[in-house]
């Protein structure tokens, strides 16, 4: 896997995802834990906080669903955030799946072991074009 630094723009994110999640963490009922921020390729930023239930949504489904929503379809990086402790988490399975179909170059940050890295979606979802 290809692993790449992160920028000034990317810890930007960061710091958004980290305040949207901490804005509605809900530590009662668990609700709302996870905050996600998409960047556009334009620079625009959309938020989105997990949504828990039966069928509940992730938080990287609701920011990239906002974007949708406003028009913008050109993603370049994504990120979430535990609001319990502030750790960057990585995208579930059903998250990698649709952020690959939605958009197969889009760079995700994720905590490593070599610190806080990003990588593409196809090198976290392997054999998604067979």
Not at 33 to 58: E, I, P, S
Not at 60 to 88: L, S
Request: charged share 20%; net charge negative.
């Amino acid at each position: 896997m290809n692993l790449f630094d992160i920028n000034q723009q990317d810890q930007e994110l960061i710091d958004r995802a980290f305040d949207v999640v901490n804005q509605n963490f809900d530590n009662v009922k668990f609700n709302h834990t996870v905050g996600a921020a998409v960047r556009c390729r334009d620079g625009g930023v959309f938020l989105g906080v997990n949504c828990d239930g039966n069928h509940g949504a992730c938080a990287e489904y609701i920011a990239i669903g906002a974007a949708i929503t406003a028009g913008r379809r050109d993603f370049d990086t994504i990120v979430a955030i535990y609001g319990g402790d502030g750790r960057i988490l990585p995208p579930c399975g059903n998250c990698r799946q649709m952020l690959w179909e939605y958009s197969p170059e889009i760079m995700v940050i994720l905590n490593t072991a070599n610190g806080i890295k990003k990588a593409k979606i196809s090198d976290l979802l392997p054999f998604a074009e067979i």
